[in-house]
Structure formats: C-alpha cells, structure tokens
C-alpha cells in the first residue's frame, strides 16, 4: 500500500502548470523558476523540479518510464513473484509425491 501524499492533486497540477508556464516565457531561468515556484507555494524546490520532470515524460515531451508504465510494471513484477513462489510450491510438492510413489508399499 502506498504511502500519503504530504501534497494534494491540486496543488501538484497547479504548481506543475506554474513552472511550464514561467519557463515557456524565459527557458533560460530554469533554477530560479523551481525555487520561486517552490517558495510560492511552499514546495520543496527538487520535489517540484521532480513532478515537472514526470510531467514532461507522461506527456512525452522528455525520455523516460511514464508513470503508466512505471505501475504496469509493478503489477507485473508483483505478479512473477506469485507465479515463481507458487512454482517452488509446486515443485516440492510434486517431488514429495514423487517419492512417495518410489517407496514400498507396506
């Protein structure tokens, strides 16, 4: 189960809609945009530099795992380690049996 967010969906949009904005304007203003942004809304400035940056990979406008893919690949390794824990299940169950069949019978 995933941790709480310390900062609402609305804040996070709003804040990522604030930079892209100020840096459409002046692109050459990258630190100060993420610090003053940060400061307006009391944000920590590499949190926000962070949420820019997934951003801009969902929309793929930067190189990166989406956030869709990032989840889709968390299920999928969830999933192998069931599928690999109810084989080694499966396999001592069936060398259990198997020696069972290769003993005597009394």
């Known amino acids: 189960m995933a941790a709480p967010r310390k ?4 804040l996070r949009e709003r804040a990522i809609r604030m930079v892209l904005d100020l ?13 003053r942004v940060g400061d307006q809304l009391g944000v920590n400035p590499e949190t926000l530099r962070g ?3 997934q951003s801009q ?3 793929g406008t930067r ?14 390794e969830k999933e192998v380690r069931e599928l ?9 169950a069936s060398a259990f049996f198997a020696a069972e069949l290769d ?3 009394r």
């Open 7 to 10: 900062y609402p969906d609305e």
């Open 23 to 35: 840096l459409e304007e002046d692109p050459g203003s990258q630190r100060g945009v993420f610090r």
């Open 51 to 53: 949420w820019v940056r």
């Open 57 to 59: 990979t969902d929309a």
């Open 63 to 76: 190189p990166g795992t989406t956030t869709a893919d990032s989840e889709r690949i968390t299920e999928l």
């Open 84 to 92: 690999r824990r109810a084989n080694a299940i499966l396999k001592s």
């Open 103 to 105: 003993r005597p019978s």
